[in-house]
């Protein structure tokens, strides 16, 4: 298996592929992530509202694995907000993640009151400041959210946006957006909950490779330039299949293919947080 290469962005050295924690509750959480460490997993996506954090810390701290090793991304989420209630909020998350900082501090949805989003990113920029995370970044926002959290916080500040991407849905624009100020697009559910897994064309490509068509759907996000991904698994052979994609390139007939697949399928649309989405 080779090694993940990291992204260099904005300051911030992510791992270009991590694992995800969406759903899995506590035990599946202190079962799959001891394995994935073990496996090289060094990028662990979490959030406040997943309640897994206290499990999260647990595996790291169990692991032995040197804190500077690892990077580690959590979740404001929307009910915390006011800048009082999000430097607690993230206090709250560093104790059950039992480490002093966290690597990558989001903003879960772009759900702003009447005064907008600036108090909210003021007080990420103090929490960075503090010193409770290394870096900072936004998760959800549209091309026009994102455009105005980079003149708040001043270019060259934010890490990432963490968005859904997967061979089934478009992200060209915000991409291209993404890429004039330097930002990492993190790919959220980057399966498409596991709607690539059966994918005739996807398993047609594999094939050529040796490979499935989950670890061609992962293939595809992180060629892409400033794309990461963040799959999510409570099965340790699934865990090792998505690290295993470093040692094939796609042809660019492949690449074609894929990219001639629909792209309209967006599948995390939340009534109460969605923004108007781009597309
Ligand atoms: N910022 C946000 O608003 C937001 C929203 C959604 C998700 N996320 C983050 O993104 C992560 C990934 O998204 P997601 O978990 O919703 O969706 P996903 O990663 O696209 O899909 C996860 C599903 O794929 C299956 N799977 C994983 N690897 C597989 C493989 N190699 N072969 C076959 N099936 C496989 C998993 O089942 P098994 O357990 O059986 O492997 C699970 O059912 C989340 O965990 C979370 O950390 C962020």
Known sequence: MNDVPIIAANGVNMPALGIGTFE??????????????????????????????????RAMEHSGIAREDLFITTKVWVDQYEPAALIRSV????????????????????????????PTLDALMRARRDGLTRHIGISNFTIDQTEQAVAFCGDG?????????????????????LARHNLILTAYMPLAKARTVNDPVLWEIGEQYGKTS???????LVEQDRVAAIPAT????????????F?????????????????????????????????
Request: aromatic letters at 8%.
């Open 24 to 57: 899995l509750d506590e035990p599946t959480v202190e079962d799959i992530l001891p394995r994935a460490l073990e496996l090289g997993y060094r990028h662990i996506d979490t959030a406040q509202i997943y309640r897994n954090e206290g499990a999260v810390g």
């Open 91 to 118: 206090q709250g998350s560093l104790e059950r993640l039992r480490t002093d900082y966290v690597d990558l501090l989001l903003l879960h949805w772009p759900v702003f009151g009447g005064r907008g989003m600036n």
């Open 157 to 177: 500040q934010l890490a990432t946006n963490q968005v859904e991407y997967h061979v089934y849905l478009g992200q060209e624009r915000l991409r291209r957006v």
């Open 214 to 220: 989950a670890q061609v759907a992962l293939r595809w």
């Open 234 to 245: 409570s099965n340790p052979h699934h865990a090792a299949a998505n690290l295993d994609i």
């Open 247 to 279: 040692d094939f390139s796609l042809s660019e007939n492949d690449q074609q293919r894929l990219a001639a697949l629909e792209k309209k399928r967006r599948i995390c649309k939340p009534e109460k947080l969605s923004p108007e989405w781009d597309d």
